[in-house]
């Protein structure tokens, strides 16, 4: 059973930037589709970002050109970086692994959720 352990959520004001990180084995950060998705409160969980075979990566168009999403193979970590925050990117961020699969996206059916960071971005 593979584990998912995100971290780096917090709290930032308008502008600000993070970096979430979630931990995953050696094996899946190099041939699973990852994704991050994202979940305000009182609304449906939402697909931010997908890292496919190959690093071809999607985001959703609300992030475009604010967020990154990568693989750090020495690490086993997938990562996504957010600049230019606003308080409409608040929510409780999950990363997910399609496990064997090499291409994902909004659609797909994640085998593997982890926990969830929270992100907090005030006015």
């Known amino acids: 059973q593979l584990q998912l352990v995100e971290s780096g959520g917090g709290s930032v004001q308008s502008g600000g930037s993070l970096r979430l990180s979630c931990g995953t084995s050696a094996y899946s950060i190099r041939n699973d589709c990852m994704a991050w998705f994202r979940q305000a409160p009182g609304k449906e969980r939402e697909w931010v970002a997908t890292?496919?075979?190959?690093?071809?990566?999607a985001y959703t168009d609300p992030v475009k050109g604010r967020f990154a999403i990568s693989r750090d193979t020495d690490k086993n970590s997938l990562n996504l970086q957010m600049v230019g925050l606003t308080p409409e990117d608040s929510g409780m961020y999950y990363c997910a692994a399609a496990d064997g699969r090499w291409y994902c996206g909004p659609q797909t059916q994640y085998t593997y959720w982890g926990q969830g960071t929270q992100v907090t971005v005030s006015s």
């Open positions: 890292i496919q075979r190959g690093d071809i990566v």
